[in-house]
Nanobody
Framework: QVQLVESGGKLVQTGDSLRLSCRPS????????MAWFRQAPGKEREIVAA???????YYIDSVKGRFTISRDHHKVTLQLQMNSLKLEDTAQYYC?????????????????WGQGTQVTVSS
């Protein structure tokens, strides 16, 4: 059974930094695309960042320069370093993995999902 387990979400203040982690179990995705999505109350789930097996990355405009997606040396654990957090970053953050090897941007391209970790940014 494949599972993605996120950790690191918590309540922080604007301007703070936070690091999310996602560890797969049951299989690894070192040759595949992985991503972070988020969903705020009343809004649709949106992709935040993605990374492929080559290390190519994608970010939505609102997090460029503030967030960094990466994998550990063995390409097992997925991470999201979030700096200069804003109120609008408040959301449930989900780790996702795809069977694809090239970057994917739609939630429908990801077949494996974690249960999510809550990030709340307060003023």
């Amino acid at each position: 059974q494949v599972q993605l387990v996120e950790s690191g979400g918590k309540l922080v203040q604007t301007g703070d930094s936070l690091r999310l982690s996602c560890r797969p179990s049951g299989r690894t995705f070192s040759e595949n695309v992985m991503a972070w999505f988020r969903q705020a109350p009343g809004k649709e789930r949106e992709i935040v960042a993605a990374i492929n097996y080559l290390g190519d990355t994608y970010y939505i405009d609102s997090v460029k320069g503030r967030f960094t997606i990466s994998r550990d040396h063995h390409k097992v654990t997925l991470q999201l370093q979030m700096n200069s957090l804003k109120l609008e970053d408040t959301a449930q953050y989900y780790c996702a993995a795809s069977s694809a090897r090239t970057l994917r941007y739609s939630a429908t391209d990801y077949g494996f999902w974690g249960q999510g970790t809550q990030v709340t940014v307060s003023s």
